[in-house]
T-cell receptor, first 114, second 113 residues
């Protein structure tokens, strides 16, 4: 799996957009970018994934640069409940027969301030 | 659709005892993975089961074992507990066949005294 680099912490005002960056300069062509988050003492929660096109779902948007060496997770209107550690993971998806193991780095602690 | 459930949520055991944790995946999910999470080591993969077969195992001693039943429910067992086994144990399930994501349960918080 490609190594990722994320800032250790970020603050965001409630109601504003939270933009969380991730560098993955060694990403290979078949590796996807996944984002998960973990609220304190809860299990991790899948947010979104992408290969090279920008992606959006009900939770967030994922912007991947054209060279795929970095990406940004955008929470459009952050709430206090979005306070969590956000993990960026780069790996090939889970085809049948492969182990579905994830490895989380240290992630970014996002604190949404009232 | 109900999420991944894990029981019990909290557990306190004594060194030398054994413990069994249970996980029920999301309906229709046949893959179940187990992870150990500690502040010092982060998230570490224990093992994965698919259709009652262990497909991969992380770098943990043989005291850690698991199994999966025909209804996809899974259990993991830790024998001869050590203080270092205190952790949050997480179970995750994945939809077939090509799963881009894993859905985690709330975890079981195990404390070994």
């Amino acid at each position: 799996d490609a190594k990722t680099t994320q800032p250790p912490s970020m603050d965001c005002a409630e109601g504003r957009a939270a933009n969380l960056p991730c560098n993955h300069s060694t990403i290979s062509g078949n590796e996807y970018v996944y984002w998960y988050r973990q609220i304190h003492s809860q299990g991790p929660q899948y947010i979104i994934h992408g290969l090279k096109n920008n992606e959006t779902n009900e939770m967030a948007s994922l912007i991947i640069t054209e060279d795929r060496k970095s990406s940004t997770l955008i929470l459009p209107h952050a709430t206090l409940r979005d306070t969590a550690v956000y993990y960026c993971i780069v790996r090939v998806p889970f085809p049948s027969g492969s182990a579905r193991q994830l490895t989380f780095g240290s992630g970014t602690q996002l604190t949404v301030l009232p | 659709k109900a999420g991944v459930t894990q029981t019990p949520r909290y557990l306190i055991k004594t060194r030398g005892q054994q413990v069994t944790l249970s996980c029920s995946p999301i309906s229709g999910h046949r893959s179940v993975s187990w992870y150990q999470q500690t502040p010092g080591q982060g998230l570490q993969f224990l093992f994965e089961y698919f259709s009652e077969t262990q497909r991969n195992k992380g770098n943990f001693p043989g005291r850690f074992s698991g199994r999966q039943f025909s209804n996809s429910r899974s259990e993991m067992n830790v024998s001869t507990l050590e203080l270092g086994d205190s952790a949050l144990y997480l179970c995750a399930s994945s939809p077939p066949p090509l799963s881009y994501e894993q859905y985690f349960g709330p975890g079981t918080r195990l404390t070994v005294t």
